[in-house]
């Protein structure tokens, strides 16, 4: 999955064909945009619209940079704190066993750390301020009911697909899968759901 950094423009900073379904049921469709960080998503029609996520139960996108369908849920989750509240959640693989979630936002993108941090030099000024910015991801796994945060370490993964972790780890090593990859984990969690 490429992203599109290198003109700085991410999927949230796009509209994208979609639908939004209220959580009374009411469907709507137009140009979707959406923001996680503040967990609202705006509809374009004549006018444009905001949800917050406490009013909405789902909302997908065509989302033409990546070629997809993106579909993402509203569940409650301590996001910020102790107490739940309602917060955008991209499902990427769902089973009956197993569900990964996650949540994108935009960091700096620090590879080629110098002095600068990976920033081009301006021989009259020093470093530009700026520099590039990539798309992250946190992931989360919705297993017995409870949504888990998932930090990216093997152990933890492991831990989580517990009753089938010796199974789930020949797997990875058979496929050379790693437990901090996207697309891996994917395929991890849909192997999982399928022997489970």
Same mark, same amino acid.
């Given at each position: 999955?490429?992203?599109?950094?290198?003109?700085?423009?991410?999927?949230?900073?796009?509209?994208?064909?979609?639908?939004?379904?209220?959580?009374?049921?009411?469907?709507?469709?137009?140009?979707?945009?959406?923001?996680?960080?503040?967990?609202?998503?705006?509809?374009?029609?004549?006018?444009?619209?905001?949800?917050? *996520?406490?009013?909405?139960?789902?909302?997908?996108?065509?989302?033409?940079?990546?070629?997809?369908?993106?579909?993402?849920?509203?569940?409650?989750?301590?996001?910020?704190?102790?107490? #739940?509240?309602?917060?955008?959640?991209?499902?990427?693989?769902?089973?009956?066993?197993?569900?990964?979630?996650?949540?994108?936002?935009?960091?700096?993108?620090?590879?080629?750390?110098?002095?600068?941090?990976?920033?081009?030099?301006?021989?009259?000024?020093?470093?530009?301020?700026?520099? *590039?910015?990539?798309? *992250?991801?946190?992931?989360?796994?919705?297993? #017995?009911?409870?949504?888990?945060?998932?930090?990216? &370490?093997?152990?933890?993964?492991?831990?989580?697909?517990?009753?089938?972790?010796?199974?789930?780890?020949?797997?990875?090593? &058979?496929?050379?899968?790693?437990?901090?990859?996207?697309?891996?984990?994917?395929?991890?969690? *849909?192997?999982?759901?399928?022997?489970?």
């Amino acid at each position: 999955m490429q992203s599109n950094a290198q003109s700085g423009v991410f999927p949230s900073q796009v509209w994208h064909k979609g639908q939004i379904v209220t959580v009374n049921g009411q469907v709507y469709q137009g140009q979707v945009k959406y923001d996680l960080d503040n967990n609202l998503v705006q509809l374009q029609t004549n006018s444009i619209n905001t949800f917050g *996520a406490s009013n909405v139960s789902q909302f997908e996108i065509f989302d033409e940079q990546y070629g997809g369908v993106r579909t993402f849920y509203t569940l409650p989750f301590p996001l910020n704190g102790d107490y #739940d509240t309602p917060v955008f959640f991209e499902i990427l693989t769902e089973g009956d066993n197993i569900v990964l979630l996650c949540r994108e936002y935009v960091v700096a993108d620090s590879r080629g750390m110098g002095m600068w941090g990976g920033m081009p030099m301006n021989p009259m000024w020093g470093p530009q301020m700026g520099g *590039a910015y990539k798309l *992250a991801f946190n992931y989360y796994f919705i297993k #017995d009911g409870k949504i888990i945060r998932y930090s990216q &370490k093997k152990r933890e993964l492991l831990e989580v697909l517990g009753d089938r972790s010796d199974e789930v780890e020949l797997f990875m090593r &058979k496929n050379r899968l790693s437990h901090d990859k996207r697309g891996d984990l994917l395929r991890i969690t *849909a192997y999982y759901n399928q022997i489970r």
